[in-house]
């Protein structure tokens, strides 16, 4: 006999919603606002309005003892980076080169934070993934790991068709 035990996932709308809201919070909600002050004003606008987005929303959710997605502060502390680079640089063009640099510094975060048994993408795919208490509590679920992997392969799916 065996001990499978079998977990049903939310619908793919759960998830979809559940990832748009932060993904909308973090980082389109931001970009819009950036590229509509640059138009009305100008590039520190721009930097500042963009900024000022992701530290209410921080602050907003510290208030309210809210949970703070793992991609809102990561968003918010890389973007305390790149409005620094474009103020001081007065340079549009290297406040957007800022994300590759970003994409070096995430993958970086990924590997320091490993031998500590702290996953950083696990975290990102609670931003986007509804898990039931089944999965998330079951010691025989492999934690972490497993949860950032059925996302993965959820996400997979989606994308593939």
């Known amino acids: 006999m065996s001990d499978a035990l079998t977990?049903?996932?939310p619908a793919l709308g759960v998830?979809?919603?559940?990832?748009?809201?932060?993904?909308l919070e973090a980082t389109l909600i931001p970009l819009g606002l950036f590229y509509l002050v640059m138009?009305?004003?100008?590039?520190?606008?721009?930097?500042?309005?963009?900024?000022?987005?992701?530290?209410?929303?921080?602050?907003?959710?510290?208030a309210t003892r809210r949970p703070i997605p793992t991609l809102l502060a990561f968003m918010t502390a890389l973007l305390v980076v790149r409005t620094?680079?474009?103020?001081?640089?007065?340079?549009?063009?290297?406040?957007f080169l800022s994300p590759s640099l970003q994409d070096f510094v995430?993958?970086?975060a990924f590997?320091?934070?490993l031998p500590f048994g702290k996953s950083l993408i696990a975290r990102l795919a609670a931003d986007f993934c509804v898990f039931p208490a089944e999965l998330t509590d079951n010691p025989g679920c492999g934690g972490s790991s497993t949860r950032s992997r059925c996302c993965g392969r959820r996400c997979f799916s989606v994308v593939a068709g």
């Open 39 to 62: 138009a009305l004003v100008g590039l520190h606008g721009a930097l500042f309005t963009a900024l000022g987005w992701s530290l209410a929303a921080l602050t907003w959710r510290l």
């Open 15 to 23: 998830h979809l919603r559940h990832g748009v809201k932060h993904l």
């Open 106 to 108: 995430i993958g970086i």
């Open 111 to 113: 590997l320091a934070l």
């Open 7 to 9: 977990i049903q996932l």
């Open 84 to 95: 620094a680079v474009g103020y001081v640089t007065n340079s549009v063009f290297l406040y």
